[in-house]
């Protein structure tokens, strides 16, 4: 079965410390990457995506990400957090269209992400 | 539009009772998803329109629920005989067909509480 699994609940940082909130996936073929990030009663913003090519790709609000395939993780990850950065983040993956997908998102349960001053 | 809009944003509703759910996709975006956000069972998908069509409908939970799309835009979701489990927020995502890696737009959700 296709899942996403981010297995911390939670993840508490203090500003100005790195940041990292975990992600790995179980697809079948070559998947696309997502992460979505949802404030309190908003919609998701997505902040950058994996599709190819280099294994650290850059997103929105100076998040980036990196891709592993041999450990099937997709790790998001800033330098230095903002107590802005707080919210709920969300990994996704859509499995590559050969495998039948017609492009809904697999989504983890959610991390919540907390900055503290 | 400049985003996905749906309506209502919050909708309490007594058990038994249908509710209709809109989504307005950002203009263009042809591929347009229903999601549903609940505390036990985290983001799923419900189901996805590639224009009016709706090749895939494998995520909706019962009978109860139907979608349709006309004029390649405005999606309505329906929820018949509401009960206590559809409460969750309820999302909608659009983008372009043809580019099978595009992200997803989301809209801000409607909330249904069915008491």
């Known amino acids: 079965a296709q899942s996403v699994a981010q297995p911390e609940d939670q993840v508490n940082v203090a500003e100005g410390n790195p940041l990292t909130v975990k992600c790995t996936y179980s697809?079948?073929?070559?998947?696309?990457l997502f992460w979505y990030v949802q404030y309190p009663n908003r919609g998701l913003q997505f902040l950058l995506k994996?599709?190819?090519?280099?294994?650290l790709v850059k997103g929105s609000y100076g998040f980036e990400a990196e891709f592993n395939k041999s450990q099937t993780s997709f790790h998001l990850k800033k330098p230095s957090a903002l107590v802005s950065d707080s919210a709920l983040y969300f990994c996704a993956v859509r499995p590559s269209p050969g495998s039948g997908n017609t492009g809904k998102l697999i989504f983890g349960q959610g991390t919540t992400l907390q900055v503290k001053p | 539009g400049a985003g996905v809009s749906q309506s209502p944003s919050n909708k309490v509703t007594e058990k038994g009772k249908d509710v209709e759910l809109r989504c307005d996709p950002i203009s263009g975006h042809t591929a347009l998803y229903w999601y549903r956000q609940s505390l036990g069972q985290g983001l799923e998908f419900l189901i996805y329109?590639?224009?009016?069509?709706?090749?895939?409908k494998s995520g909706l939970p019962s009978d109860r629920f139907s979608a349709e799309r006309t004029g390649g835009s405005v999606s309505t979701l329906t929820i018949q005989r509401t009960q206590q489990e559809d409460s969750a927020v309820y999302l909608c995502a659009s983008n372009r067909a043809g580019v099978t890696y595009n992200e997803q737009f989301f809209g801000p959700g409607t909330r249904l509480t069915v008491l």
């Open positions: 994996y599709i190819t090519g280099d294994n």
């Open positions: 329109f590639q224009g009016n069509s709706a090749p895939d």
């Open positions: 697809v079948s073929g070559n998947p696309y």
